[in-house]
């Protein structure tokens, strides 16, 4: 799951550094806005709490909570815009926000099935140790 939360941070920051630098590739819109950046807001820090998972597997939990969390105010985070411009797909926060929702509901998504299996696991371990210990 830290390549997973790294690969996402980075998909969000790009979008982000898109949206700041050029936003006329996505539609209209001024460049060099900082909230075109949003998506980067998010995009690193996931990113660096997928890192201190893979390098501090002690912290591979907190980590990819604190990564799911971010995942969560990317949902509502990238929504918001949508909302606000009355989903005007002509312009660039539009498409910034749609392309930061879907990314983070999707990254929320394998965070959950993570969780899940890791739960499963857990507990398919702490039965056999129990077995065994019979």
Known sequence: MPIVAMLFG????????????SPDLLGTGDPFKISA?????????????????ALKP???????????????????????PVALRNFNFDTAAVKVGVGMTLLSVVFVGLCV?????AKK??????????????
Do not use: C, N, Q
């Not at 990819?64 to 105010?73: E, K, P, T």
């Open 10 to 21: 980075g998909l969000l920051t790009a979008l982000g550094v898109v949206a700041y630098t």
């Open 37 to 53: 950046l949003s998506p980067a807001f998010l995009g690193l820090p996931i990113t660096l709490a997928g890192l201190v998972a």
């Open 58 to 80: 002690s912290l591979l939990k907190h980590a990819m909570h604190v990564a799911a969390v971010l995942g969560l105010l990317g949902i509502v985070g990238g929504f918001v």
């Open 113 to 117: 099935k993570s969780f899940i299996d």
């Open 121 to 134: 696991a857990r507990k398919a371990r702490e039965a056999a140790a129990s077995v065994s210990a019979i």
